[in-house]
């Protein structure tokens, strides 16, 4: 399977969960659930991503879910996730997995040491003067405890390697910015934010909900692109209460929650991760189960 490089990221891409069994990855779960999401149109995969529990990966681990994914040949772009602190380590990393059929990167800032933006800007600078392959940015403060600072992306723009950004910066007037610059491809990162970031002209989203219904998350995005507000409106308010109950508990607990009630894999997390509660579980199975029965 050669390289099929991603320049258009329009769409909704899925940042894959890893299932588990017993505590080790159960690749075979994994396959079912890349050839079942694939057929919902979406436009493609983030594997080890913080969707997918990587930072409770070992090495060999993320090998095994990337060629477990790669198997699956569904023909969709493939964006593996690389994050760490320090510049050097991470490009070697990232050049470790660029000689995997992979589309691209998605790479979130410095974790844990707080750079300032001239740091910023030099990570990733450093990663995509090294990279043969399209970076896409991933601004996810809460998690790395960095923001990247509108000026820095829009310096970071420049590069013809860094071609998009995954906007969880909670800052609707940055993403309206960058979005009116037209040089980053702007996917929503905060699900709640997918509808107000599509209609402001963003390119689509990278959804740990659609895990569930892809095929209205796509029916969404189509619907604003051909200008149907209306009935986009109405798709919107039936994922709503979903996308809720999606991020009630800590990311990707409610998902695999979810896909475990649809028989696809087991609802199990890696320590210290957790399964829902028990009322959690039981309000997303009352909301999945009004979505799967709705058009």
């Not at 477990?68 to 990393?93: I, N, Y």
């Amino acid at each position: 399977m050669g390289d099929v490089l991603v320049q258009d990221l329009s769409g909704i891409w899925i940042p894959l969960v890893t299932p588990f069994s017993g505590d080790a990855v159960d690749l075979p779960a994994l396959r079912r659930l890349v050839a079942h999401l694939a057929a919902g149109g979406i436009a493609g995969f983030v594997v080890c991503g913080s969707t997918g529990e990587a930072a409770l990966l070992s090495d060999a681990e993320q090998r095994e879910v990337l060629q477990a994914v790669l198997d699956v040949q569904t023909g969709l772009p493939v964006l593996m996730g690389v994050a760490g602190s320090a510049p050097k380590p991470v490009r070697d990393e990232l050049l470790r997995w660029a000689e995997w059929p992979v589309a691209g990167f998605l790479v979130p800032p410095p974790l844990y040491v707080k750079p300032p933006q001239s740091g910023v800007v030099d990570f990733f600078a450093t990663l995509a003067d090294a990279s043969p392959k399209p970076i896409v940015l991933y601004d996810i403060p809460s998690r790395t405890g960095t923001r990247i600072a509108r000026e820095t992306s829009l310096a970071l723009a420049a590069h013809p390697r860094v071609i998009g950004i995954k906007d969880c910066g909670g800052d609707f007037t940055d993403t309206q910015a960058l979005i009116d610059d037209g040089r980053l491809q702007v996917l929503a990162g905060d699900d709640a934010n997918l509808f107000a970031t599509l209609c402001a002209g963003g390119h689509g989203a990278i959804a740990a909900s659609a895990h569930v219904r892809p095929d209205l998350f796509v029916r969404l995005c189509q619907e604003v692109q051909r200008g149907d507000l209306p009935a986009a409106r109405v798709t919107w308010r039936g994922l709503s209460p979903w996308i809720d109950a999606a991020f009630c508990e800590p990311n990707p607990a409610p998902a695999k929650a979810a896909l475990a009630l649809a028989g696809l894999l087991n609802d199990e997390l890696r320590a210290p991760m957790a399964s829902v509660s028990p009322p959690t579980k039981a309000g997303i199975a009352d909301i999945v189960t009004a979505l799967q029965k709705a058009g």
